[in-house]
């Protein structure tokens, strides 16, 4: 055997975190039925790996070597184990044990069980979202913790609970059923939408791991259509790459918010762009339909030149599956640069009147942006100042501080 | 696996169990859980008039209720065995009064 150098094996081990960590949880839990005993066997292959490989050389295939490993090790733990269940699991587990490797496809469905067990509807959303990230892609419990901005307990608390829940109330761990399916996969649609919300909305401020999250997001939305490519899951996975190829030129040098007119589309990424075009377009989705959207404005070389009137019909069909005010405050930006400021305007004068924005900091923005353009520099300011009064976040706030100071 | 569904519904649905059973759809949803040997058990109850027993230092309290904060009260219970979760969320979709109350799935701890 070959003696390899401490540098490739640490490389090869981190490559395996990154592409096998749910794989080997996945089956482990398949196999065990057990969620802290596979992530605790997953970590110790992970562990071994590091070891055996320095003296056996990197295996030709690391994630049959690591669930392998992890399998033993779970064997191991249950042997140490003396109640009368963990003798059950011992047996179900012996009994799947050996060299012969599961089918190719019972292994490939396994984190699709993994996904649709994490994100199911009867465990409580942040359970959901923070269940997904710790057996997926392997983050610890601290650095979930850190993503989300709560205590370490109250993080351990959380996944804890929701481990118990499946156990207790016997979550199935399957993929579900055809006529479950829409459903169960808006499910996991959303949990994954979050987590690339967070990842987007961090700054350059934020700690790594949570703007990372966007990135983790996109990985999980690739293993899903991967995995089962179905429109909305195609659709939810075009609108991240669109939206993320805009990243670099969303912040400014100081940290400062540069909205999309402002943006220099020079440096949007154009290959993340094309992977986002190339998944579209399907069947009339409210994911689907958001991605078209950012699609047309990546595909635009300017503010100008961008297909409004296509924004406005799409978001005329975005309506008919999500009716809700801010969708329609964002078909009012859309008319207003298809039709001119004044017909956008007497749209978000219709909201307003409606009451149901009340509070929201965007809809006095909008309506101080249109009245701007529309050379209306009094009640512009009073709009941007209400805005200011609303606005949640330092960032927001500088803003439209920047903008009143223009007029 | 075994689940206690628990029947939650508003103070206007007063229907005795002979009026419920009689319903086509809550027949049809029993006489089918009946066929797969899910049903085990259970109870229409009287929501308005429960009394509340409290032993304390020796004492017997009792009293009136309790009756939750909200409209809705408990009027029945039902002992299901399911295979797992997802078969008890869909026989406790199929209870009549899901379709206006709500159906707790309690897992029973054996």
């Not at chain 1, 109330?169 to 169960?184: C, K, N, S």
């Not at chain 1, 924005?357 to 701007?372: I, M, Q, S």
């Not at chain 1, 300011?381 to 100071?405: S, V």
């Not at chain 2, 008039?49 to 009136?64: C, F, I, M, N, W």
């Amino acid at each position: 055997m070959t003696q390899e150098s401490s540098d490739d094996v640490e490389a090869a081990v981190a490559s395996a975190f990154a592409t096998e960590w749910g794989q080997v949880v996945a089956t482990l839990i398949r196999v065990t039925g057990d969620w802290d005993l596979a992530e605790d066997s997953a970590a110790d292959a992970f562990a071994t790996a590091l070891e055996r490989w320095r003296r056996d050389g990197i295996p030709r295939n690391p994630g049959a070597w690591l669930t392998t490993t992890a399998r033993n090790r779970a064997t191991d733990r249950i042997r140490r184990e003396a109640t009368g269940n963990a003798k059950l699991r011992q047996a179900a587990l012996l009994a799947r044990d050996g060299d012969e490797p599961a089918e190719p496809d019972e292994v490939q469905d396994d984190r699709l069980r993994l996904i649709f067990t994490c994100c199911h509807p009867a465990l409580p959303f942040e359970g959901r979202v923070a269940l997904t990230l710790r057996t997926l892609t392997g983050l610890t419990t601290a650095e979930i913790a850190r993503a989300f901005l709560v205590p370490e307990p109250t993080m351990y608390q959380r996944l804890t609970r929701a481990k118990k829940k499946i156990r207790e109330a016997a979550i199935p761990y399957r993929v579900p059923p055809a006529y479950l399916l829409p459903g169960r996969l808006s499910a996991v649609l959303a949990v994954l939408y979050l987590l690339f919300n967070e990842g987007y909305a961090a700054t350059a401020g934020a700690n790594l791991i949570r703007q990372n999250l966007s990135a983790e997001a996109i990985r999980l939305g690739r293993l899903l259509v991967e995995l089962l490519p179905e429109p909305e899951a195609r659709g939810l996975l075009a609108l991240m790459l669109l939206h993320d190829a805009r990243r670099a030129t969303r912040v400014g040098a100081d940290g400062e918010l540069v909205t999309l007119d402002r943006q220099d589309r020079s440096r949007w990424d154009q290959a993340t762009i094309a992977e986002g075009l190339r998944l579209l377009p399907l069947a009339p989705g409210a994911y689907q339909l958001q991605a078209a959207i950012a699609a047309c404005h990546a595909v635009a070389e300017s503010v100008e030149k961008t297909n409004w009137p296509r924004i406005v019909a799409l978001y005329d069909d975005l309506l008919v599956h999500t009716p809700s005010p801010v969708v329609r405050l964002n078909r009012a930006v859309a008319v207003a640069m298809a039709d001119g400021p004044a017909a956008g305007l007497a749209l978000v004068d219709g909201l307003a009147a409606s009451g149901v924005l009340a509070g929201y900091h965007l809809l006095p923005a909008t309506r101080a942006d249109l009245l701007r353009r529309m050379g209306n520099s009094e009640r512009a300011a009073e709009a941007y100042r209400e805005a200011f009064a609303l606005a949640a976040t330092d960032a927001e706030r500088a803003y439209l501080k920047a903008r009143l100071d223009e007029l | 696996m075994k689940y206690a569904l628990v029947i939650w519904h508003g103070e206007e649905h007063a229907e005795s169990p002979q009026e419920i059973d009689a319903w086509p759809e809550h027949k049809a949803w029993m006489d089918d859980l009946v066929a797969r040997g899910i049903f085990q058990g259970g109870a229409r109850l009287r929501a308005m008039t429960t009394t509340k027993v409290q032993v304390r230092g020796g004492e017997t309290l009792v009293s009136d209720g309790p009756y939750a904060e909200t409209k809705d009260l408990i009027g029945g219970f039902l002992m299901v065995e399911c295979a797992h979760l997802d078969e008890a969320i869909e026989v406790a979709a199929g209870h009549p009064f899901a379709a206006f109350g709500t159906v707790e799935v309690r897992p029973v701890w054996e």
